[in-house]
């Protein structure tokens, strides 16, 4: 009989033990999910700016490429170019903008990708300014060679800053977001050349979209996103190439070479 008293306090010990576990482990459960809200609250707006500024650099230089296709027929009146000619200068934007893709992304283990791309934003709008100030062939194909090297630096890393930015399962929208916004670009910006184009002659109607370049390239540094977020990507190249034996060059060169030659079948060498 005593040994049955002894057991129900035991019992019930046991049960307000249990009890008060319970408390505990759904108060911390409350607290670490207020705390992961916070932090998604946090990052969604860095998210959201990598996203932002990512897709202007992609409505800029998407637009600028096909610029191209107004100017090079008003270029072949106003200098009287053959379509070899031609070609010519539609041929080296393109080539030394596939050819630096590779590099550029290399540049951005020794230097902020938000540098690069507003530099090469930057160089992108000064080459339509000097295309501007040409009078021939020569002039043109320099500053489209130039204009090339400034186009390179978009792809590979705006859209890896998009991905390093939204490094889960969100990234399948956020790029889609991204490519969507290049579309943008190569409808808008021609449509604007050709409405300048009726008002004024080609030179400051060309100066005025290099304009926009400019400016596209300082809002890039002014609202560049967190550290964290453009060095997101980075580490985990970095983990993944610890851990294949695998040196960063040779991943990135990898996915550049593929979207190297994604811009030659999309766009050609030539007119």
């Known amino acids: 009989m005593p040994q049955k008293e002894n057991a129900f306090p035991t019992r019930e010990l046991l049960h307000n033990i249990g009890v008060e576990i319970t408390r505990q482990f759904a108060a911390l459960r409350h607290n670490m999910t207020a705390t992961s809200s916070l932090s998604i609250a946090r990052s969604t707006q860095a998210e959201r700016r990598a996203l932002a500024l990512a897709a202007s650099a992609h409505v800029v230089h998407d637009g600028y490429t096909d610029l191209l296709y107004?100017?090079?027929?008003?270029?072949?009146?106003?200098?009287?170019?053959?379509?070899?000619?031609?070609?010519?200068?539609?041929?080296?934007?393109?080539?030394?903008?596939?050819?630096?893709q590779i590099p550029a992304s290399l540049v951005t283990e020794h230097v902020s990708p938000i540098i690069v791309l507003a530099g090469g934003t930057l160089l992108a709008a000064s080459c339509f300014l000097l295309a501007g100030a040409s009078t021939g062939l020569v002039g043109l194909l320099v500053a489209l060679l130039l204009g090339g090297v400034g186009a390179s630096v978009q792809h590979p890393i705006a859209s890896s800053i998009v991905s390093s930015a939204?490094?889960?399962?969100?990234?399948?929208?956020?790029?889609?977001?991204?490519?969507?916004?290049?579309?943008?670009?190569?409808?808008?910006?021609?449509?604007?050349?050709?409405?300048?184009?009726?008002?004024?002659?080609?030179?400051?109607?060309?100066?005025?979209?290099?304009?926009?370049?400019?400016?596209?390239?300082?809002?890039?540094?002014?609202?560049?996103?967190?550290?964290?977020?453009l060095l997101r990507s980075n580490s985990i190249r970095n983990e993944q190439a610890i851990a294949t034996g695998r040196g960063i060059r040779q991943v990135s060169a990898s996915a550049c070479c593929s979207q190297s030659l994604s811009s030659i079948a999309q766009h050609g060498w030539v007119f």
């Open 70 to 100: 107004v100017l090079l027929p008003v270029w072949q009146s106003e200098f009287g170019l053959g379509y070899a000619e031609v070609g010519m200068l539609r041929g080296g934007y393109m080539a030394t903008m596939s050819a630096f």
């Open 166 to 229: 939204f490094n889960d399962a969100r990234s399948r929208a956020a790029l889609g977001v991204y490519n969507f916004t290049g579309d943008v670009g190569k409808m808008s910006l021609p449509a604007l050349m050709a409405l300048l184009l009726t008002l004024m002659t080609w030179r400051p109607a060309l100066w005025i979209v290099a304009g926009i370049g400019g400016v596209t390239a300082v809002v890039l540094l002014v609202l560049a996103p967190p550290t964290q977020v």
